[in-house]
T-cell receptor, first 106, second 117 residues
Framework: KNEVEQSPQNLTAQEGEFITINCSYS?????LHWLQQHPGGGIVSLFM???GKKKHGRLIATINIQEKHSSLHITASHPRDSAVYIC????????FGTGTSLTVIP | NAGVTQTPKFQVLKTGQSMTLQCAQD?????MYWYRQDPGMGLRLIYY???????DKGEVPNGYNVSRLNKREFSLRLESAAPSQTSVYFC????????????????FGEGSRLTVL
């Protein structure tokens, strides 16, 4: 049983394309986290959101609490956005999606 | 700002050897976690500690022991390493309310790449 489902698992895009990664969850939550991991690298937190929308530069995260769904959008994608994007929801511990591996081709 | 620091970054062990991964956080967080990350498996929780003096098993605890030495430090020990424990290990911490609900951002260490031959 997966509390968190992400889609797609893999995504290849041309530089400049608009990208959307989806996350659905089954548990009640106070907030949802989006994380980024570059190849061979550590894991960093991009967003923590509990309602509505947040924006950092070209990254936008939205959440619909009623539908238990969140999306991460990347506008004007760039090769440096190539990474694995992971959504996570908290309980007494954290539940993670298996990640979306994004490759942006120049 | 150090955040979460874990050591060592790389380690090669022979089957049956023991080792301890160290983790420390300087954010005064109550909760600390140890995860392993394997290709295609995502992050899997080994053990976590909701507060100083408490530890709980996660999804994959077999072959590991942990110790929450104080609020800052949470160590992971492999008593007798096996090739199946070859993985990348991440320590993380977050803030929690009384009762255990996580409320804050999740911070990760840089990872420790362990190879067991």
């Amino acid at each position: 049983k997966n509390e968190v489902e992400q889609s797609p698992q893999n995504l290849t895009a041309q530089e400049g394309e608009f990208i959307t990664i989806n996350c659905s969850y089954s548990v009640g939550i106070s907030a949802l986290h989006w994380l980024q991991q570059h190849p061979g690298g550590g894991i960093v937190s991009l967003f923590m959101l509990s309602s509505g929308k947040k924006k950092h530069g070209r990254l936008i995260a939205t959440i619909n609490i009623q539908e238990k769904h969140s999306s991460l959008h990347i506008t004007a994608s760039h090769p440096r956005d190539s990474a694995v994007y992971i959504c996570a929801v908290p309980g007494n511990q954290f539940y993670f999606g298996t990640g979306t591996s994004l490759t942006v081709i120049p | 700002n150090a955040g979460v620091t874990q050591t060592p970054k790389f380690q090669v062990l022979k089957t049956g050897q023991s080792m301890t991964l160290q983790c420390a956080q300087d954010m005064n967080h109550n909760s600390m976690y140890w995860y392993r990350q394997d290709p295609g498996m995502g992050l899997r929780l080994i053990y976590y500690s909701a507060s100083e003096g408490t530890t709980d098993k996660g999804e994959v605890p077999n072959g590991y022991n942990v110790s929450r030495l104080n609020k800052r430090e949470f160590s992971l020990r492999l008593e007798s390493a096996a090739p199946s424990q070859t993985s990348v290990y991440f320590c993380a911490s977050s803030e929690t309310l009384a009762g255990g609900a996580n409320t804050g951002e999740l911070f990760f260490g840089e990872g420790s790449r362990l190879t067991v031959l």
